[in-house]
């Protein structure tokens, strides 16, 4: 099982960035998937939920209007787009798979989303 994320970097404020997780090892479409980010000295954060389907989706308050997450099970990839980004963005973004337990059961290594001028 792998998750692979891709497409951090450094980014003025404001700016756009388009993060990947590439998914393989398993049956990528029946697993509801996540976006999680964690800045330096900060508790882990649930950035995003897709279902499995990609029907509904949920975002954190701190970033609606701002970060929208797709996914395409034809391809076994999750996206976030994120705009207009700013410094509090800053943080190690990871995705993760979640079929029935509570916590993930799939974790990335994370991508490096740096937001400064």
């Known amino acids: 099982v792998q998750l692979v994320e891709s497409g951090g970097g450094l980014v003025q404020p404001g700016g756009s960035l388009r993060l990947s997780c590439a998914a393989s090892?398993?049956?990528?479409?029946?697993?509801?998937m996540r976006w999680y980010r964690q800045a330096p000295g900060k508790e882990r954060e649930l950035v995003a939920i897709?279902?499995?389907?990609?029907?509904?989706?949920t975002v954190a308050t701190s970033v609606k209007d701002r970060f929208t997450i797709s996914r395409d099970n034809a391809k076994n990839t999750m996206y976030l787009q994120m705009n207009n980004l700013k410094p509090e963005d800053t943080a190690v973004y990871s995705c993760?798979?979640?079929?029935?337990?509570?916590?993930?059961?799939?974790w990335g290594q994370g991508t490096q989303v740096t937001v400064s001028s």
């Open positions: 993760a798979a979640r079929r029935f337990t509570v916590v993930p059961d799939y």
């Open positions: 090892g398993f049956t990528f479409s029946t697993y509801e």
């Open positions: 897709i279902t499995k389907g990609g029907d509904a989706t």
